[in-house]
């Protein structure tokens, strides 16, 4: 059988281009050569402030838009991480095997406390661990995630040891499998694709909203006028956006085309507004027609929790055995 792999995503709602080429377009492609289990990690979703009553959307949200990105449900194991109990469970045992100088080190933490000064809470600290019981239920030995989530890899790793010593030999040591797409930054240029701060194009955005969002989008500041030459490089349409929706020909223009200013901002938006489109609209058209059935994806997400239980409550029978606590 295929290696196991295991990765998590919160449910932020609607998938943004930056979610799709971070984490779940590279999902789509591992899952041929993986035996994949993917996880809507709502547990993790309440370490930081959230709205209760928008929670179920934005799960399913993120659940349909998952499989119009590719993730195929026959294949893989799509769940929510709250249907299998045992996440929680396991993150309580590892937790006693976890050291509290391992989490204070944690940049996340850190991150989101500054943050939310308001709501720095112990779920928010002990995150990490909760990650690790994520992996090890399921035995996992690859973790595709971006370069931010290394250090929580890297914790799951000394948890694990540590659980490994101290008790049976029972549980994996994963390794991270680094997604290759650079970080993307939203349409301000300055700041990660995110939702929240309204830099985003959507998955499931029309082919007009999709440039109308592009017109005012950052370019290299050294093109005041048309006639200024630019730097494809210094631009962040270019590099966040035309390099992974446009072909090499085009790429070729653009690139020629900006140097020499012979090709102005909003037609070269125009360019990447094509294979833009062309990419995303049968992941558009996917997500509009599942969306449309209730039903569809209640059921996916039911099979997947079945199906990724079965895995974890062996894995947590395990666990206790060696701990003396069955
Ligand atoms: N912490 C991850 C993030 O913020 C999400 C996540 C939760 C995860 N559990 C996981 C990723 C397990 C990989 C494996 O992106
Ligand atoms: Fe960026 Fe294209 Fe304008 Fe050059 S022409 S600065 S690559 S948007």
């Known amino acids: 059988m295929n290696d196991r792999l295991f990765s998590g995503i919160r449910p932020t709602g609607e998938i943004h281009i930056g979610n799709y080429l971070g984490a779940i377009k590279n999902w789509a492609d591992l899952q041929a050569n993986y035996e994949s289990f993917f996880c809507i990690v709502d547990y993790h979703a309440i370490t930081t402030p959230f709205i209760p009553a928008e929670m179920q959307a934005k799960i399913r949200e993120m659940a349909i838009g998952i499989i119009s990105c590719g993730v195929d449900p026959e294949k893989s194991t799509l769940f929510i991480q709250s249907h299998v109990s045992e996440h929680t469970e396991l993150s309580w045992i590892l937790s006693s095997v976890t050291n509290f100088n391992w989490l204070t080190g944690m940049i996340q933490f850190k991150e989101k406390s500054d943050q939310h000064p308001e709501n720095i809470n112990a779920s928010l600290f002990a995150y990490p661990v909760l990650q690790t019981a994520d992996i090890a239920l399921y035995n996992a ?130 360019l990447l507004h094509k294979g833009m489109n062309e990419h995303l609209e049968p992941i558009r058209e996917k997500y509009n027609k599942i969306a449309l059935d209730k039903n569809y994806i209640t059921d996916i997400l039911d099979y997947g929790a079945k199906k990724a239980k079965t895995v974890a409550s062996k894995t947590l029978e395990d666990v206790k055995k060696s701990m003396g606590l069955k």
């Open 141 to 270: 030995k690859k973790v595709p995630v971006g370069e931010d989530q290394i250090q929580h890899i890297e914790l799951a790793r000394d948890v694990i040891r540590k659980f490994n010593f101290n008790y049976t030999n029972v549980l994996i040591e994963p390794e991270a499998l680094i997604t290759k797409a650079k970080r993307i930054m939203g349409l301000d240029g300055i700041n990660k694709m995110s939702k929240t701060l309204n830099n985003d194009i959507s998955i499931i955005d029309s082919s007009d909203v999709i440039f109308q969002k592009l017109r005012p989008a950052m370019t290299d500041p050294a093109r005041v006028r048309k006639t200024d030459p630019g730097d494809p490089e210094k631009c962040n349409v270019y590099l966040s956006y035309h390099k992974n929706f446009s072909n090499e020909e085009t790429l070729g223009i653009v690139r020629e085309g900006c140097t020499t200013a012979s090709i102005g901002c909003i037609d070269c938006k125009k």
